[in-house]
């Protein structure tokens, strides 16, 4: 793909330097380019232009807007339009067919049309008919589908062979078929005039016309496709006039773009829109941002628009001609713009930074020709070999060189240097994955402005040191942490170490932690210096590794490399006269130098880094013969292949960058979805579940990004997510995906009033009433129906008084049976009232109230509160180490996760951390007996550079002073939508109402807490995945706040124990007089009735004797009767016999 340019110098140690060319460069200057955009393809192709009249091109160009690239496109067919200028186009999206028309070329003006495949470089001529358009150039054109769904290629005016036109032609593109329109109202002829259609209607404006007494066009007129007519528009409020501008409809409006001013004989950058839904038809002025660099003064330009952005290239800038490509952003109401270099590749520079993130090598700023400082930002592929210009949104850093500059994983730090104002002491923070840049803001006190300081990066820490200042040379070196935000003074004026330097290069250790090497620099005279220094943070002492007066291996302003044991540098100058070039390397465990070679020119104030096994250099000042060149720096660029330099592989301390591993002997670049953050390492880590690494060659595992909202990664090492199942739930950094929908509403548990279960109680009575009720009907049954059981019946008569039921009768006490019948019937009715009034006593008999009582007044009959608290805290995916296992293989809580207690004593237990499968961390804690002062505060901090969550569940619970009861209150706080908690403090707040239980019945009392959220929770700082790298550390801060009012229950009894004898001796002796009433009327009516049986039965027997005797006397007193004659109803002897 790419010409190497390979430059060797094989010395003695054979040592391998490769020169990197500039590759893909832009299309050459011109002016009157075509250019069309193809939005689904994110690309724009350029077509022909001119230099000079001499000078036209016919060459085919292709920008990819997403890597803003050019690439030459070459056809692969001999047959090509002839070249060209001031054509027109129209395209294909959906087949990439690029369409030209007319122009100018050599010979005059043209009237072919052309198509070219971009899908297979392919030129073709288009054969056309009917009313064939004059040649010409300068027209106006445009393209658009009709209502009946033709597709159709307008043209206006222009320059023809006989001068301006102000004719229209309308080719049916299905058809290739012209036609001629012959509308009435015609516009003035005219030369670059801008034509669009919009609703049926073609809109034209601008433009010049020679024939005319004021040849400045300022009209507005549309021609309507329905009536064919042109309309004259025009109002009092219109644009500037102009030509050779450009135009585009962007949301239904029309925008005519900067174009050269005949009446001012200068380009004229003012942008004027039309809104085509309006019936006014007023042109106003478009608000952009001050050009102060003369970005958008061109006319004769390519323009295109795709999506929210509109393209200008190339054109005339006065008084030269330009290959610039300029990108205006339209979506705010302010439009902004952005100037692409005109070459691919950075221009000369020095005194800047090449920063390795990813396979990548980041480059900005610096010092340009004749002391012109620059900002821009540039990539460069270490696989693919190319440079790409980055276009970077934020707070963009101002122009600047020799500042201090790291980089670590995913972003990269420019802290300082010196600006178009002088030093400073600002700070910007670059992210790869958003491509963006975000100031760093700092409390307190921070350094002062400084140029040529070195800085080092790692997680949240920073280290500053050196520098020259306003008030001379510095030796400080500060810190500044991430996460507080806070720089701090670590040492200064300390005679143990390198002393005030510039321009020295800071190293961070990879074996020692907290261990910074300051190497090199140049110190207040001016004298390079070869030493070699190391900075303990956590001690703050320093140790010197290498140094020497005299050396040929002292330099300053060099390219300078640390690896874990080698420290290497390449270039730089003497005494601020001298040009050098040589590459030494001093071994720290062997304390030997050694010199490799030359590089193939002289370089000072370069940037350099390392990355697999090369060391690269770019740019830097230039020197002739020993004059250094300050004012002319390069932008060469070479590779140092430091493998070439072991004699064998097992002996080799040039060892692979992080971001690679080693593999046979060679350095090969982890894989999407693997990383090395380490020298020399053998494999690659993959990234865990529910995460992916889009990167290659990533240097940590802060570039292992969580999934996002709607996918999960269940396996490890990806480089990308999975897509949720339908119906299934993925939060932000999911394991796995769940089709159980989590409910996380607000959810509380708090003791309930006091209830009597009159339904069970009811129940229980019922019960108890059958069973007794049963129980009594079976005795009384076997007593009376089993004859030898119913003398027992008379010892049961509770009754024996009550038997006297006749007048004029002596009282007896006496017993009978029907008496111990309702005597059984009395004792188990008794057990049952019994039974029922001791479980009403028991379950019915029971008052609860409730009151709030401002706690001043209760703290007078209650001293101390206390609760036992148990507390549970869920980490939402967490993304840092949530446990450790000790020797019995048992989750343990890491060092990691940490909390801090105020305001709450008590016996706190050790607290607990569990993993659950769906990667949530789940921190317990728990607390015996305790007490809340006015505000208790739980401050929990994840110390983890992984340590952000997407989301936190807390549950609080405290033992009520209710017996058995507990209050609790589970809440979640979830950050926005794809968004992650990490950096700032979430609050959630909690009342903690104190409560105080007093039970008489069983005589005791106990205090706890009832549980309630205070207010809305405090959410903290959120980030995106990509943004991680700007946060290391994560806050939780539950705050259980004292309630002013207190809640007191009091429980007791209805009536007492002496009151429920009472009652029952009542009721058991009601019963019993009742029943023995009933039990005297049954007896009553039973005597009665048998009475009248008994009497029954006498009487019957009565005259049963009368028959029996007169049976016996019968039959002697018929006899006799028959012989006196005597009837037998006469009276006689019998009768009066019987009658006496």
Request: net charge negative.
């Amino acid at each position: 793909m790419r010409i190497i340019g390979l430059l060797l110098f094989m010395i003695v140690y054979g040592i391998d330097i490769e020169r990197i060319p500039t590759t893909n460069p832009p299309p050459s200057s011109r002016i009157f380019p075509i250019m069309e955009s193809f939005p689904s393809y994110d690309c724009i192709i350029v077509y022909s232009g001119n230099s000079n009249p001499s000078t036209i091109y016919n060459d085919i160009w292709l920008f990819n807007i997403t890597l803003f690239q050019w690439e030459r496109l070459s056809p692969s067919n001999d047959e090509a339009p002839v070249p060209r200028y001031n054509g027109g186009s129209f395209k294909s999206e959906s087949k990439r067919l690029l369409y030209i028309f007319g122009g100018m070329s050599q010979s005059g003006p043209l009237n072919d049309l052309w198509c070219f495949q971009a899908d297979g470089s392919l030129w073709e001529k288009v054969l056309t008919k009917g009313n064939i358009p004059p040649s010409r150039m300068r027209f106006g054109y445009d393209s658009y589908n009709d209502e009946y769904g033709n597709s159709i290629f307008a043209v206006f005016g222009g320059i023809t062979g006989s001068g301006t036109d102000n004719s229209l032609y309308l080719l049916n593109i299905t058809t290739w078929t012209w036609k001629a329109m012959k509308p009435t109202n015609l516009p003035p002829k005219l030369e670059g005039p801008s034509l669009r259609y919009y609703d049926k209607k073609l809109y034209l404006a601008g433009g010049y016309a020679t024939y005319l007494k004021d040849p400045n066009i300022k009209t507005t007129f549309y021609y309507d496709l329905s009536t064919n007519d042109w309309v004259n528009i025009t109002t009092s409020k219109t644009y500037s006039p102009r030509l050779h501008q450009g135009n585009f409809i962007y949301k239904d409006e029309w925008y005519l773009m900067t174009g050269y001013s005949l009446p001012k004989s200068s380009l004229d950058t003012t942008w004027y829109k039309l809104d085509l839904t309006s019936s006014s038809y007023d042109w106003v002025e478009v608000q952009m941002t001050e050009d102060t660099e003369n970005i958008t003064r061109q006319d004769s330009y390519g323009y295109g628009i795709s999506g929210d952005m509109a393209f200008t290239f190339a054109g005339n800038k006065i008084p030269d001609i330009s290959n610039r490509l300029v990108i205006y952003n339209l979506k705010n109401e302010i439009i902004t713009y952005y100037a692409l270099p005109e070459d691919t590749s950075p221009s000369p520079r020095m005194y800047h930074s090449l920063e390795p993130m990813g396979r990548h090598l980041y480059t900005f700023g610096g010092l340009s020709d004749n002391g012109e400082l620059l900002n821009d930002l540039w990539l460069y592929d270490t696989i693919d070999d190319y440079w790409q210009i980055k276009v970077p949104i934020g707070d963009i850093p101002s122009k600047r060189h020799s500042y201090a500059s790291a980089s670590d994983g995913d972003h990269m730090l420019i802290w300082g240097g010196n600006g178009q104002e002088g030093y400073l002491n600002d700070g910007y923070f670059y992210n790869i994955n958003t491509n963006t840049y975000v100031a760093l803001t700092y409390k307190g006190k921070n350094p002062s402005p400084r140029v040529g300081a070195c800085i080092v990066m790692h997680e949240e820490n920073i280290y500053l040191y050196g520098g020259l200042t306003n008030a001379g040379l510095s030796d400080e070196f500060w810190y500044y942490s991430i996460n507080t935000q806070t720089y701090k003074l670590l040492d200064s004026g300390n005679s143990n170490g390198p002393g005030p330097l510039i321009y020295p290069r800071c190293s961070l250790s990879t074996t020692v932690s907290n261990l910074i090497y300051v190497l090199y620099g140049e110190s207040e005279d001016l004298y390079p210096t070869n030493e070699i220094y190391g900075f303990n943070a956590k001690s703050l002492k320093w140790k010197q590794f290498y140094s020497i007066d005299t050396s040929i291996y002292a330099k300053s302003r060099a390219a300078v490399l640390k690896l874990p044991n080698i420290v290497i540098a390449a270039g730089g100058e003497s005494e601020a006269t001298y040009p050098t070039n040589g590459i030494y390397a001093y071994n720290i465990k062997s304390d030997q130098w050694t010199f490799f070679g030359v590089l193939p020119y002289s370089t000072f104030g370069p940037a350099s880094t390392y990355f697999k096994n090369y060391f690269y250099i770019h740019g830097g000042g230039t020197a002739e013969y020993t004059l250094l060149r300050f004012s002319v720096p390069s932008n060469k660029f070479i590779k140092i292949d430091l493998k070439s330099l072991c004699t064998t592989a097992d002996d080799c301390d040039f060892t692979c960058s992080p971001g690679t591993f080693n593999s046979s002997s060679s350095c090969e670049v982890c894989e999407a979805g693997t990383y090395s953050g380490e020298f020399g390492k053998s494999s690659c880590t993959p990234c865990t579940k529910g995460k992916y690494g889009p990167h290659d060659g990533t240097t940590t595992g802060d570039m292992c990004y969580p999934c996002q909202q709607g996918q999960f990664n269940d396996k490890e090492g990806k480089s990308y997510c999975n897509d949720c199942p339908g119906g299934a739930t993925c939060n932000i950094g999911s394991l796995t995906y769940n089709y159980n929908i989590t409910d996380y509403n607000d959810t509380f548990v708090q003791p309930a009033i006091y209830k009597t279960n009159q339904e069970t109680v009811a129940k229980n009575n019922l019960i108890t009433g059958v069973v007794v009720g049963a129980l009594g009907c079976l005795v009384i049954l076997s007593l009376i129906i089993v004859r030898r059981n119913r003398k027992h019946l008379l010892s049961c008569d509770l009754y024996s008084e009550m038997h006297n039921h006749f007048e004029r009768e002596l009282m007896y006490i006496k017993r009978r049976k029907i008496g111990g019948v309702f005597g059984i019937m009395f004792i188990f009715i008794a057990i049952a009232i019994i039974e029922i009034s001791f479980v009403n006593y028991l379950k019915k008999n029971v008052f609860e109230t409730k009151s709030l009582v401002p706690l001043v007044v209760l703290k007078q009959d209650v001293s101390k509160f206390e609760g036992n608290f148990y507390i549970t805290i869920t980490l939402m995916n967490y993304g840092g180490t949530c446990v450790n296992y000790n020797s019995l293989n048992e989750m343990t809580c890491p060092s990691s996760i940490s909390h801090t207690i105020d305001g709450i004593n008590g016996n706190w237990e050790e607290q607990d951390c569990e993993l659950l499968d769906n990667g949530d961390c789940v921190i317990t804690i728990n607390c015996v007996k305790c007490s809340i002062n006015t505000q208790g505060n739980i401050f929990y901090t994840m110390d983890d550079s992984n340590g952000y969550t997407s989301g936190f569940i807390v549950n609080v619970t405290s033992s009520s002073s209710i017996p058995g009861k507990a209050s609790s209150y589970k809440t979640a706080v979830l950050p926005d939508n794809n968004y992650l908690f990490f950096g700032g403090t979430t609050v959630i707040y909690y009342d903690m109402v104190p409560s105080y239980y007093e039970d008489t019945i069983n005589n005791n009392n106990d205090t706890g807490y009832h549980v309630d959220l205070k207010q809305v929770s405090s959410t903290g700082t959120q980030y995106q995945a990509f943004e991680l790298g700007y946060a290391f550390i994560n806050y939780l801060e539950l705050e259980l706040d004292l309630n002013r009012n207190g809640l007191v229950t009091n429980k007791g009894a209805k009536q007492t124990f002496i009151m429920l004898i009472s009652s029952l001796l009542g009721s058991v002796f009601a019963v019993l007089g009742i029943l023995g009433g009933i039990m005297k009327q049954t007896e009553d009516i039973w005597l009665k009735i048998n009475k009248l049986v008994n009497h029954e039965k006498k009487v019957v027997k009565s005259r049963k004797n009368a028959e029996n005797i007169f049976s016996a006397y019968g039959g002697w007193m018929n006899n006799n009767d028959e012989e006196e004659g005597m009837s037998a109803g006469s009276s006689g002897p019998i009768n009066n016999n019987i009658e006496k």
